[in-house]
């Protein structure tokens, strides 16, 4: 019975570490992202909320969401909070754009704060690292794999996921 149970470890461990082993910065990212123990860790686009950029596409001189997102509140009954999904829609943000920030400092025990415009843009193309994800009883670990470029699609191509 242990030689049995040996087998079948040593079985599903090569067959997790076949997996990883075929994939690689060449592969596509359909691929790499059918992988169940890889972490992809994209970069985000601000929208109001972070969005993964995997999940976004280029509409003009937009990116937006690659099909609709929740849109939640957060309900309060007595000492009890509770997010409900309201609706569903797309987001989407200017590539190049302009955020007003407060920027503060203390002066004689005087907090003196005013509004400052930062000027930024999102880059189409990103690096995005890949890790593999090794979990046990004890703890949980990332090793990292590769790094790929992910270059955002236009909208037009894009099939929702």
Request: with cysteine; hydrophobic share 35%; glycine share 4%.
């Amino acid at each position: 019975m242990k030689r049995f149970m040996s087998l079948v470890i040593a079985l599903v461990s090569l067959s997790a570490l076949s997996a990883h082993a075929l994939v690689t910065a060449d592969s596509s990212w359909d691929e790499i992202l059918r992988v169940k123990y890889l972490d992809v860790k994209a970069p985000t686009v601000y929208m109001g909320r972070s969005i993964d950029y995997m999940f976004v596409c280029q509409e003009g001189d937009r990116l937006r969401t690659m099909k609709p997102v929740d849109v939640t509140e957060t309900r309060t009954y007595g000492d009890r909070q509770e997010v409900v999904v309201v609706g569903r829609e797309i987001l989407s943000t200017p590539i190049n754009y302009t955020q007003t920030v407060e920027d503060c400092f203390w002066n004689n025990n005087q907090r003196i704060c005013k509004d400052v415009e930062i000027h930024g843009s999102y880059p189409l193309t990103v690096m995005v690292p890949v890790y593999r994800h090794i979990s046990n009883r004890n703890a949980d670990h990332w090793t990292l794999l590769f790094r790929k470029s992910y270059t955002v699609p236009p909208c037009e191509s894009v099939q929702p996921r």
